[in-house]
């Protein structure tokens, strides 16, 4: 009789560190990373993942693991593997590879995860300047639901999905994202008008050797010393898919991702139980480690036939994305809105990220009048299944950006009402976020007009 369940093709013991694992782990993109395993088209197979620190940031009430969290080593990543048809025919470049994601959730007996931001000092988030110091939320899953002692008072499902799927890239692909983001990094302020109310950083992740995890290349080679130097970090999202953070990459999803090596190679990590649209906290779903089920397909030539290159060569494309039927049901919703001017009033042109920055503090202010500190609120919008939109891009000189948040997944009526906002012991929201102090001297940003 056939057999209908997944071979497991990756796994990982999360006892041992990332590099401890039996089938190797990787942080980094480089076409020489060696595949750890190889599966053929149609074939259901399993894929185990440690979450993004790999086991780094622990459950325990401190924020001193997310404050000294080291940068260079994420995102830990389970693969390569690579693809191959049934003829035992490798994909090739110019194909696209078709992943679908048929089921995925939490290791059993690892059904909790986290939300953090870093400190500023320390990569910070998209409110660094507002909250510069390092905080931690720990969520327990309850089946598909979620809830966090740290943040009472709130209790929704999952939409759970990988973070990063990707191929590996080739490397002339290699060398152009490389040149690219030296570029920016190097010259950024100087040649570009960047947002200036933005202050994450750095402007680019340039590769550095610090941290570095490579499979099956043993650190210290030769060969290690010289990918290492040229292997290009995960944390951005990419032409070869990468660190995207859709959220709607549930089961039932497919990925259409281009083939810039032989064989495909892709890697995928960083599954998130949760995730509002943005992760404006940074390390801001709710990060856990993970399994995924997936089959694969390969379009012959799909890379020409599909995708239009949106630069100078063939190989400045992005992937296809198709979104499962699967996603929790709400059907009330409060809307934040921002537009393109900055908290000191300075009018930006068509900026979707300062309009962002807006709908995302007002939401914050808002939240914190129904007994939840900012930290709370700031947290939880960037995990719970919150809506964001770039409602208007066209209508100078404002960019309208919309944030929607499900009422549903609070034990509180939080609309506004006549009776206006209700007092009392029940909305003290206690206890906070778990959070260290912030030790830099850059300034804070405050709001003189919002809620204190």
Avoid at 13 to 30: A, G, M, T, Y
């Amino acid at each position: 009789m056939a057999s209908y369940c997944a071979r497991t093709v990756v796994s990982v013991d999360l006892r041992k560190k990332p590099w401890e694992q039996k089938f190797p782990l990787h942080n980094r993109w480089h076409p020489a990373v060696p595949p750890v395993a190889e599966v053929k088209v149609g074939e259901l197979f399993r894929v185990e993942m440690v979450d993004f620190s790999g086991g780094a940031i622990t459950d325990d009430h401190s924020a001193e693991d997310i404050k000294h969290a080291d940068p260079s080593v994420v995102h830990y990543l389970s693969g390569p593997i690579k693809v191959v048809d049934a003829e035992g025919n490798p994909a090739k470049p110019g194909d696209l590879l078709a992943v679908e994601i048929c089921n995925l959730g939490p290791l059993p007996g690892s059904e909790w995860g986290f939300t953090a931001t870093f400190d500023r000092e320390n990569g910070g988030g998209f409110l660094t300047d507002h909250f510069p110091w390092a905080s931690k939320a720990i969520w327990y899953f309850e089946g598909i639901y979620a809830y966090s002692p740290q943040i009472p008072g709130v209790r929704f499902p999952g939409l759970t999905h990988p973070g990063i799927i990707g191929t590996a890239p080739s490397m002339d692909l290699l060398n152009i994202w490389n040149e690219r983001e030296r570029q920016l990094e190097e010259n950024g302020p100087k040649s570009y008008k960047l947002c200036e109310v933005l202050h994450q950083r750095p402007l680019a992740n340039l590769p550095s050797t610090k941290g570095c995890l490579l499979g099956k290349i043993q650190k210290g080679s030769p060969e290690w010393e010289k990918i290492a130097k040229e292997a290009a970090r995960t944390i951005p999202g990419r032409e070869n898919g990468g660190n995207c953070d859709i959220k709607n990459l549930s089961r039932g999803s497919k990925i259409y991702l281009p083939v810039f090596v032989e064989g495909a190679n892709f890697s995928t990590g960083d599954m998130h139980f949760s995730q509002g649209d943005g992760e404006v906290a940074f390390c801001g779903a709710i990060e856990m480690s993970g399994f995924l089920e997936l089959k694969c397909d390969i379009i012959r030539g799909g890379m020409k036939e599909y995708l239009t290159p949106m630069g100078p060569t063939p190989l400045h494309v992005n992937p296809i994305f198709e979104i499962g039927p699967v996603e929790p049901r709400f059907s009330e919703w409060l809307v934040f809105e921002g537009i393109s001017v900055d908290e000191s009033g300075t009018q930006h042109y068509l900026d979707v990220s300062v309009a962002y920055k807006r709908a995302v503090l007002n939401a914050i202010d808002y939240l914190s009048k129904f007994g939840y500190s900012k930290e709370q609120a700031y947290l939880l919008l960037s995990c719970c299944p919150c809506e964001g939109r770039i409602s208007g891009i066209v209508d100078s000189p404002n960019a309208v950006a919309t944030l929607a948040i499900p009422t549903a997944i609070f034990d509180q009526d939080i609309r506004p009402n006549t009776s206006k906002v209700p007092i009392g012991p029940r909305l003290v929201r206690k206890p906070d976020v778990i959070k260290c102090s912030y030790d830099g001297n850059l300034p804070i940003t405050r709001n003189q007009a919002a809620t204190t």
